[in-house]
């Protein structure tokens, strides 16, 4: 495997130029943005790591339903420390056919909300919010969207 392939991605969500171009904005608005550290940042245990107290129940459920989750963090917001947290809101999960099923149902579900990359050599998924002011609210949607997957899957 050649150094390139180790790192390449697939983005598999499908977003308008006008979505990319507001991405793009908000980045850049973000990085010129003066940082304060406003709440640090909180954790729990989970796992034998440290994960982001707001990702906790969407995790804690994945892993539950055999999608197993490798990375995780809740993301930046005005509310926390910025310095230690990474820009978007963001879960990597293990490729299996549950995970292919339910990130379909998610794509379906969160749509503008979700972006979705494929790295292949590492056989992965990340799962982002796609803006950074979702982040919250993107730990709470994967989180009730698991809850409805996990009650359709059980029928």
Avoid at 14 to 22: A, G, K, T, V, Y
Wanted: proline content about 2%; glycine content about 2%; hydrophobic content about 35%.
């Amino acid at each position: 495997m050649s150094r390139g392939e180790e790192f390449d991605e697939h983005v598999l969500s499908i977003h308008s130029q006008e979505r990319w171009m507001r991405k793009r904005r908000e980045v850049d608005e973000w990085e010129k943005r003066q940082k304060f550290i406003k709440k640090q940042k909180e954790t729990v245990s989970f796992l034998n790591d440290e994960v982001d107290t707001q990702l906790f129940p969407a995790l804690s459920l994945l892993n539950d339903m055999n999608i197993i989750t490798q990375y995780s963090c809740a993301g930046v917001s005005v509310w926390d420390d910025p310095l230690n947290h990474s820009l978007y809101a963001y879960v990597t999960v293990l490729d299996s056919e549950e995970t292919r099923d339910f990130i379909n149902y998610l794509q379906q579900g969160m749509r503008h909300r979700l972006l979705v990359t494929y790295e292949p050599a590492r056989k992965r998924y990340d799962l982002s919010s796609f803006y950074i002011q979702h982040n919250r609210s993107f730990c709470f949607l994967l989180y009730r969207y698991a809850i409805c997957w996990k009650s359709r899957t059980q029928w």
